[in-house]
C-alpha cells in the first residue's frame, strides 16, 4: 500500500513556480498494476518520482509500506568507466550487500542478452544495451512494486516483448505503477489508472475509464481550441 | 499483499545500509578512480608526487629564507606540501561529488553526505599513502624525513584531515546551494597555500602580519606535523592544535547539519 496524502509539488526555479500536483490524495493498493494517463507536463513523472521517495513533496506526506523500486530502466546512476557487471555489482551491493550478488549478476546477464560487452566498459554501450542491463538490474531484485516510466518504450521489437513477458511473469507476485503514452501496453498490464489533469488527480478502479475520460477530456480541449 | 521471496532487503537497520552503501561507493570510487585510463593507478600516485617535487625544485632555484631553525629546507618544504594538499584535495574533491553523484540519489538508500565522505575517505588513504612513500624514498636517498615523534606526527596528520573532512562537508553543502562558492574556493587554494606557510617561514615576516596568520587554522596544523617531525624545530609561536581542532570539529558539525537541513534540495536533480 502506497498512501499519499495531501501532496502539493513545485519546482522553484528563477522565473517564479507554479504548482505541478496540487493536492493528491491517493490510496495504492499494493496488487493492483496502475497506468498513470495525462497529457505531457500534466506531472506524470513527477507523481513517480515522489511515488518512489526520489523527490519529497513540497506540502504533505507520502507512505511507503512496502518495497518500491527505482523507476525501471534508469540508467543515470551508470559509471560509464566501468563494466556492466561491475555497475550491476555496486547497485547491489547498496541494496543487499555482499550476500546473493552473484544470483543478482547473474539474473541481470542473463536478462539483457549483451554477451562479452556485459564486461565492457558502459560508456562504450549503445542506448539500447544500456536499456537492457537497467531493466534487468531492476528485475534482478524482488520489490513489491515496480515503477516504471516510458521503460518499455525502449529497445529493439523482441527487447520490448520480453520486458513486457517479465512483467506479466510478476502479476501476482509484484505490482507495477507505469507511465505511457502507448496505451496498449497500459491496457494490457494494468487494472486500474489514475488521469493527472490540472494539478489534481482522478483515480479509476478500471484502467479503461481512464483512459476514456481522458480522451474525452483531450478531445473537448481540441474541438474549444479549434 | 505477496510474501516476497527475499526478506533481506526489509530487515536491515539504518546502519547496515549506511554501511553497505559506504562499501558499495567506496569500491566504485576506488575503482572509478583507478580504471579512468590506462594508468590512472599510476598517475594517482605520481602526480602528487612530482608536484611536490616541482615545487620544491622551483623554490630551492629561487632560495632565499632557506634558513629554517632546526630543520632542513627540502624536508621541511615536503612536510608543508603534502600536510597542505591532505586538507587541499579533501576539500576539492569534494566540492564535486554530490554533483558527480545526481544518479545515485534516485537509489533511496544513498544520500548527499555519503560520496562526499567517501571521498574524504578514499583521499586521506591515498594522500597518508604518498606520505610513507616520500619517508622511505627519502631515507633512501640520505635525505632525513623520518619523523621524530611518529605518534605525535600520526596526530597531526589526523587533524589535518578532519579539517579537511569537515571544510569538504561543510563547503560540499554550500556550494550546491551556491554554485558561485565553487569558484571562490578554487580561487582561495593559492593565496592559501601562501599564507599557510607552505612554501615559506611564517617566521620572517613582523609578529603583527603572525597575529593575523595565525587565525588560519591550516597554519596551526602544519607548524604542529614539523614541530613532531623535525626534532628541535624553532615552529612559530602561538601555533596550537587545540585551535584546529575547534575549526575542524565546528566545520564538520555546520556541514552534517547544512546536509541534514538541505537533504531535499541537495538531492534534487
Sequence with gaps: MISLSNVYK?????????????DINL????????????????????????IGGMDTPTKGEVRRDCRVSWPIGLAGGFQGSMSGRQNVKFVGRIHQGDQGLDEIIRRVETFAEIGKAFDKPVKTYSSGMRARVAFGMSLAFEFDVYLSDEATAVGDQIFRRKAIKAFK?????SSLIIVSHAENIIKELCQAGIWL???????????????SDYHEYSSLNQEAGQ | MPISVNQSLRLRTPWQITRAVWYAMFMREALARTTADRFAWFWMLAEPIALVAVM??????????RHITGADFVPWMIIGLL??????????????AIEANKGL?????????????????LEGVLKSFILLIYIAVCELIGIQLMPANPLIALYHWWALWCLGIGAALTLSAVSELVPDVKHVVRIAMLPLLIISGVIFPLNY?????????????????????????????????????????????????????????????????
Excluded at chain 1, 489533469?197 to 483512459?211: K, M, R, S
Excluded at chain 2, 540519489?105 to 575517505?121: E, K, S, T
Excluded at chain 2, 575547534?246 to 547544512?258: C, I, K, N, P, V
Design chain 1, 10 to 22: 513545485r519546482y522553484l526555479g528563477h522565473h517564479g513556480s507554479d504548482w505541478v500536483l496540487r
Design chain 1, 27 to 50: 490510496d495504492i493498493p499494493g496488487n493492483v498494476s496502475v497506468g498513470l494517463v495525462g497529457r505531457n507536463g500534466a506531472g506524470k513523472s513527477t507523481l513517480l518520482r515522489l
Design chain 1, 169 to 173: 511473469e510478476r502479476v501476482g507476485r
Design chain 1, 197 to 211: 489533469n490540472e494539478g489534481g488527480a482522478q483515480w479509476y478502479d478500471d484502467v479503461n475509464d481512464a483512459l
Design chain 2, 56 to 65: 620544491v625544485y622551483i623554490r630551492a632555484f629561487i632560495r632565499g629564507g
Design chain 2, 83 to 96: 600536510g597542505f594538499f591532505l586538507f587541499r584535495e579533501n576539500l576539492q574533491r569534494s566540492l564535486g
Design chain 2, 105 to 121: 540519489f534516485a537509489y533511496r538508500q544513498v544520500i548527499p553526505v555519503d560520496p562526499v565522505l567517501i571521498r574524504c575517505f
Design chain 2, 205 to 269: 615576516l613582523p609578529y603583527w602580519l603572525q597575529e593575523y596568520l595565525l587565525w588560519n587554522p591550516i597554519v596551526h596544523g602544519l607548524e604542529g606535523l614539523r614541530l613532531s617531525f623535525f626534532d628541535g624545530y624553532r615552529s612559530l609561536d602561538g601555533a596550537n592544535i587545540t585551535y584546529l581542532w575547534f575549526w575542524a570539529l565546528s566545520m564538520m558539525a555546520l556541514g552534517l547539519m547544512l546536509h541534514i537541513r538541505f537533504l531535499h534540495r541537495l538531492k534534487a536533480q
